[in-house]
């Protein structure tokens, strides 16, 4: 277990002072055109530049780098001319503890957190003979002679899961992915737009039943990066700092495989852990998050996180998304920029670029009122991790 | 079977894996057990992850057990297995969950809690995969 009293001097001691990302909406629709804007490294180039511009901070003061997606440590530093102390490579939720940490320790005073794909114009493929992520997550390959296959027919069991326990139905999970699109209708950048209510959701095909199209993410390419720094760096930066006032981690390994910790427990004995320290590190009450980020590569991840964070009890997910609650004007906004689902599937990334955006009253048309603290929370494949930001 | 006829993907080929798929030659339904402190080991693994013992006997269960969840996938991923097909968990009686088929149920006759059977089919892929039938 953390200790309690050295994490408490973890608080507020990095800030997220520049974001950066690629046209998703216009490089989707030059790739249908048959266009292709760039290749991983590309794109991390694109949302690199675009986070170093926004920021003020030069390209010399990079001390470290953090990578995720399928771009390597070395060559992206190489493309970038960045020669860093530290790398690593992580997702995105633990990248920004991983950068939160080094700066808090003094082993670097600012970290380039940068994320590439070019998933859709390279064709990546998330189930069948060539899914990718098999040597990491046994799951993903093991059952391929029955058939099993992709991360969304795992999701898919265990909502159905979900819906024998509780009675949670397809179309409340609906509102899940109605919400969002709700969002993006007021995000330029976001790749999906068009209107969709419920029957239009209900409307579209199975892809594994019982998750229909709109449940999964889109699959589309682009590049994010963040810029983070100490609190004192930021003062005379062009941006007002984002803080990164409380973090967790905990992961369910054991059973992985054997899927145990997902459909016998929803990830809950995770949850439970990171609730527990998140909320404390960062001095922020549950009641005052303004909003959350959920990592929702399917829209199931959204209600297992809102039931195993305590945002609704458990089994009342399904009758709390169906109220309207995440969408705008809601009592909860959940992904406002239309997260993976509507806007960019960039892995968690864009969640944090639009929290940042949240928090410094830069969001446009879909800006909060009044919002001080924004919680991202992520459980995809058992690796919970939880961040609250706040802007004062 | 022709050449043409696109093939079921084979089975994950680890290096602890293959007495799983020769024992289901046999029509067995066998899992690594330590033999120190009695833990199913599921998938196999080089150690018991309960007590780190390297003993493992791969030991037969009943091949009963209930069903957890299942798919029903309609979208095609390997073009060896026609949609749509159904994917289930069951919860062995011993324990351990395990991934497979049911066979000789429409899937939309499929439902929580149901009752299970080990059964054995034969592939024209060279091997015999375990599969599931409500249990008589």
Known sequence: ?392 | MTSETPARPQPYDGFYDRPFWEHAARYELRLPRCTGCGSYVWPAAPVCDACLSPDLEWTAVSGKGKLLSWVVFHRQYFPGIPTPYNCILVELDEGPLFISNLVGLENDAIDFDLRLEVDFLDLAEGYTLPVFRAAG
């Open chain 1, 1 to 392: 277990m953390a200790n309690r009293d050295e994490i408490a001097a973890l608080r507020d001691a990095a800030c997220i002072v520049g974001i950066g990302e690629t046209d998703y909406a216009l490089d989707y629709e030059r790739h249908r055109g048959g266009a292709v804007s760039h290749d991983s490294y590309g794109y991390a180039a694109t949302a690199f530049a675009r986070a170093l511009a926004d920021s003020g901070v030069n390209k010399g003061e990079i001390d470290a780098v953090v990578t995720a997606g399928p771009i390597s440590d070395e060559r992206i530093c190489e493309v970038l001319g960045v020669n860093p102390a530290w790398t690593a490579s992580a997702d995105a939720g633990r990248a920004v503890i991983q950068a939160a940490t080094w700066i808090a320790s003094g082993l670097a005073n600012t970290v380039a957190l940068i994320y590439g794909n070019n998933q859709r114009s390279g064709g990546t493929q998330y189930g069948g003979p060539r899914a990718t992520g098999g040597d990491g997550r046994l799951s993903y390959v093991y059952y391929a002679p029955w058939g099993m296959t992709s991360q969304g027919a795992l999701y898919a069991m265990m909502f159905r899961r979900h819906m024998g326990l509780y009675g949670t139905t397809q179309e409340e999970l609906g509102h899940i992915a109605v919400a969002e699109r709700r969002w993006a209708e007021s995000n330029p950048n976001a790749v999906m737009r068009k209107p969709m209510d419920i029957d239009a959701y209900l409307a579209a095909r199975y892809v594994c039943e019982p998750l229909r199209l709109f449940d999964y993410c889109l699959v589309n390419d682009g590049g994010v990066c963040l810029i983070m720094t100490r609190p004192d760096r930021a003062a005379d930066l062009a941006q007002p700092p984002v803080y990164v006032s409380g973090f967790a981690s905990a992961e369910l390994d054991v059973d992985a495989t054997q899927l145990r910790p997902r459909m016998v427990d929803f990830y809950r004995p995770a949850h439970d852990r990171v609730r527990a320290q998140v909320y404390e590190m960062s001095g922020v009450a549950q009641g005052d998050i303004d909003a959350l980020q959920v990592y929702d590569s399917f829209t199931c991840h959204v209600l297992f996180a809102l039931e195993g964070f305590g945002f609704c009890s458990e089994g009342e997910g399904g009758a709390f998304v169906a109220t309207g609650a995440l969408g705008p004007g809601g009592a909860l906004p959940v992904n406002t920029s239309g997260g993976m689902l509507s806007e960019s599937y960039m892995q968690g990334w864009n969640h944090q670029a639009e929290i940042a955006r949240q928090l410094r009253g830069q969001a446009g048309a879909r800006q909060l009122d009044g919002c001080s603290a924004i919680q991202y929370i992520s459980d995809a494949s058992g690796k919970c991790a939880s961040i609250i930001y706040r802007n004062d």
